[in-house]
Structures are given as structure tokens and as C-alpha cells.
């Protein structure tokens, strides 16, 4: 057996099942759990099959450049295997390319791709003769056409972009799309502290650190082969959540006896970070109308020991009128709210090519009626918390503007708006207070 086949033949596997609407990292999960790869082969798998994904349009107009074949006309098989060997080839310097090539026509000659071993073979070798001579695709010399194809986002959505921040911005937006995204922790402050358990990772050889204006938070900055297999999973030491995330509960400020409500909470890291930040002393109420992320939700209590959370099966829209006695209940309120996800990515990549305008107007729609639908929960003296994991301003700020416009009888206290960048970790995130006047 070729050095590598295995490696390329389960990136190869889980651009298949990407392809057929699972989400990317499901497919990681489901692929793997059929071999036993240690942690660089996973490392590497999930850089390669990552990688394809999200430079599936760069890659296309590779195809398109050395294929007799346009990408549209590839058999679906083909295309992403084709993908698999070009995206060694173009993006993966440190593997040779013999080794590219050899391994990635292995998996087609022990595939159902047999008979096309050989264009597999005859197609790489040309890129690396393109590669070699630098003759490289032609692409546009309009700004935004040819950010969207080195970048490889949808043509509209850089235009959003754009629209939004710039052309300056959208390019160093672009570029953190597409790069390694970091793994980063939150410590169960009622279990453990940072320093404490900083020094549990580093007795173990895990490379680790704090991160700045975190209370509790890590990053780590090596990849584990398993996040479960860390030190303190299983004793509820610490969940993994973004540092934008990380940002959004203590917005709230969340104390001892209050009553707060989680609108939008599976599977719940601002859920256990807001009772957290109570001491698991609050009354705290998590809905969500999806009764498998709830299920999420409630096992991670259970990992935290967190007892303050009550979970409740409901759309939020509706409970005003499901229990009606929740009227001015609560002394906090946090909306999460569903939204494209822009400013994640980096993280989900097959996110920008499922995600379209049409999309963006419907969860508008869903966000304007969840706000409208909450604020009557909220006491006369509470704040609200309104947060996404976008960057589209009509999910966030303009949308927070119509709203304050339409409710005369609450105001802004503060928002604000954390953008993807290409040189510092983070997913791009936006939160907004609000209080009755």
C-alpha cells in the first residue's frame, strides 16, 4: 500500500459526505470513527479535507485550467478527488509532489474510480508542469472578482463584504476565512481556576496559554487527537468556546438569585458561562426548540455539575403566549440568535457555499420576531443581551436600530462588533445591551 493512501482516501470521504449536506465537521467525525489514525494523521486530514472545502472554487479553476474537462462537467467522484491532489499540490508545501500525486491516484485505483486512475494521474501532472512553468489560471483583474476567486467565497457574498467594510477590510476578512481557525477553551471557574489548570496541561506536555482580556479563558495551540481525551473533560473542568464567544455573557453580568432567561441556548457554552458567572446561584432558564440540541445542552450540565439551568422544549417566538406568567419575569435576558454565521467561517467551511441571501432575509425575519416576542419578558428594570456569530449588518446593527426605532421605551446601552482578522484568532461576533429607558 502507497505511504499516505488511507490519509487521502478519508479526506476523499469526507468531501463526499460534505457533498451530500453534512456538515463538515460531522463528516470528520463519522469518517474517522471508521480508522485508527493517530493525531497527526488527523492533523493532516483535517487540514487537507478542510482545506479542499474551502477552496473548492480556487480548486475548480485549477480543474478548469489544466482539465480538457470544466470542473461542471467533472463526475462528482472525480472532482473532489481531483480536489484532494491539487489542493497538495497548490496550498500543502511540505508534501512533495510525487507524493501528492502517487497516494491520490492510489485511492482511485482502489475506488470505484479505477477507470479514471489515470486522468486523475494525467490531470495532476499537468498542474505540476503549470505549477512548475508558472502558468497560472487566468483571473479577473476586478478587485472583488478576483478576491472571490483566490479566496474562493461566492462572487455575492464578497460583494457584501465590500459593501459593508471595504475593500481593504474584506481582504484581510477574506484571508481569515480561510486560515486555521484556534481551539480555544473556558475554564469551569466553579470547578478549577486558569493557572491551576494550566498547570494540569502543561504536566501533561499540552501546549497551552491564556488568553488576554479573559478571565477564564485558554488557548490551545497545538491540536489534540481527540478534545475529549484532555485532562478534566470527563470532570466537567472546562467547554470549548471561542474567545468572541466568550465575550457575550458577562455582558450581562449575570448575580446571585437573578432571574435570566436563554432564549436561543443548545447547546449551551453561554448557557454554563452565564451560571458560571452566577456562582450557580441564579435562576436560569434555557429554551430551545430543538429537543436533540437541548439534549446537547443537558449533558453538558451534567459534565459542568452546573444545578441553576432549567431547560425548557419551546420556540421563543411563542412564549409569551405558552406561559404567559413569564410577563416581566426576567431580571436578564440573553438572545443568541440563530444568523448566517458569517463570522464562523473559518471554522464551519462549508458554510459559504449552503448559505445565500434568500437565507440571510429569512433569519432576519426570525431575529426581528424573536426580539419583538422576548422584550415583554424582560422587568421594567432588567437588560437584554442580543448577540450573533455574523458580521452582516443587517442582522446586527441595523437590525438593533429598527428595533429601538420601533420601541420607544428602551435605549442602547452598548454594542459592538468584532470582525474575523487574518493575524489575531476569533470569530467574528456582535452583541448589542439593551435596557428600558
Known amino acids: 500500500m502507497i505511504k499516505g493512501y488511507l490519509q487521502r482516501k478519508a479526506s476523499w470521504e469526507i468531501l463526499l459526505k460534505v457533498s451530500s449536506g453534512i456538515y463538515s465537521d460531522h463528516a470528520l467525525e463519522k469518517v474517522l470513527k471508521n480508522y485508527e489514525f493517530n493525531s497527526l494523521d488527523i492533523a493532516f486530514i483535517t487540514e487537507l479535507s478542510f482545506g479542499c472545502i474551502r477552496y473548492r472554487k480556487f480548486l475548480d479553476l485549477w480543474i478548469d485550467h489544466t482539465s480538457k474537462l470544466s470542473h461542471t462537467k467533472q463526475p462528482p467522484?472525480?472532482?473532489?478527488?481531483?480536489?484532494?491532489?491539487?489542493?497538495?499540490?497548490?496550498?500543502m508545501d511540505k508534501?512533495?509532489?510525487?507524493?501528492?500525486?502517487?497516494?491520490?491516484?492510489?485511492?482511485?485505483?482502489?475506488?470505484?474510480?479505477?477507470?479514471?486512475?489515470?486522468?486523475?494521474?494525467?490531470?495532476?501532472?499537468n498542474t505540476v508542469r503549470h505549477i512548475e512553468k508558472e502558468h497560472v489560471p487566468k483571473i479577473s483583474s476586478d478587485e472583488i472578482e478576483r478576491l472571490s476567486s483566490l479566496e474562493s467565497l461566492p462572487i455575492w457574498l464578497v460583494k457584501e463584504i465590500v459593501n459593508w467594510v471595504g475593500i481593504k477590510e474584506a481582504k484581510n476578512i477574506a484571508k481569515a476565512f480561510n486560515k486555521k481557525p484556534s481551539i480555544d477553551l473556558r475554564i469551569n471557574s466553579l470547578k478549577t481556576d486558569l493557572n491551576k489548570f494550566l498547570n494540569e496541561l502543561a504536566e501533561c506536555n499540552i501546549n497551552a496559554t491564556a488568553i488576554s482580556q479573559l478571565k477564564n479563558g485558554i488557548a490551545l495551540n497545538s491540536n489534540p487527537r481527540s478534545i475529549k481525551k484532555l485532562p478534566g473533560y470527563s470532570d466537567g473542568l472546562w467547554v470549548v468556546q471561542d474567545r468572541s464567544s466568550q465575550w457575550v455573557a458577562p455582558l450581562l453580568n449575570p448575580m446571585k438569585g437573578e432571574k435570566i432567561l436563554d432564549a436561543c441556548s443548545a447547546p449551551g457554552s453561554k448557557t454554563t458561562h452565564l451560571a458560571q458567572l452566577a456562582n450557580d446561584d441564579a435562576e436560569i432558564l434555557a429554551v430551545d426548540r430543538s429537543e436533540k440540541r437541548l439534549k446537547i445542552l443537558q449533558s453538558n450540565l451534567e459534565r459542568l455539575n452546573i444545578k441553576s439551568v432549567k431547560t425548557l422544549k419551546a420556540d421563543a417566538t411563542n412564549l409569551v403566549d405558552i406561559q404567559p406568567n413569564l410577563i416581566s419575569y426576567f431580571d436578564k435576558i440573553l438572545i443568541d440568535a440563530p444568523c448566517s454565521g458569517i463570522g464562523t467561517l473559518a471554522r464551519n467551511p462549508d458554510s459559504r457555499w449552503s448559505l445565500s441571501k434568500d437565507k440571510i432575509n429569512q433569519l432576519i425575519l426570525l431575529q426581528e420576531r424573536l426580539l419583538e416576542s422576548v422584550l415583554p419578558l424582560l422587568k421594567r428594570n432588567g437588560t437584554l443581551v442580543y448577540s450573533t456569530c455574523t458580521i452582516c449588518p443587517e442582522e446586527n446593527n441595523f437590525l438593533i436600530k429598527r428595533f429601538l426605532t420601533k420601541n420607544k421605551e428602551i435605549k442602547l446601552d452598548s454594542e459592538k462588533q468584532i470582525l474575523p482578522k487574518f493575524d489575531e484568532p476569533g470569530d467574528g461576533f456582535y452583541a448589542a445591551k439593551i435596557s428600558y429607558k
Open 95 to 125: 508534501i512533495p509532489f510525487s507524493a501528492a500525486i502517487s497516494s491520490t491516484v492510489e485511492v482511485a485505483k482502489k475506488t470505484d474510480l479505477k477507470g479514471l486512475a489515470g486522468t486523475v494521474n494525467a490531470i495532476l501532472r
Open 77 to 91: 467522484k472525480l472532482r473532489w478527488l481531483l480536489h484532494i491532489g491539487l489542493y497538495q499540490l497548490l496550498k
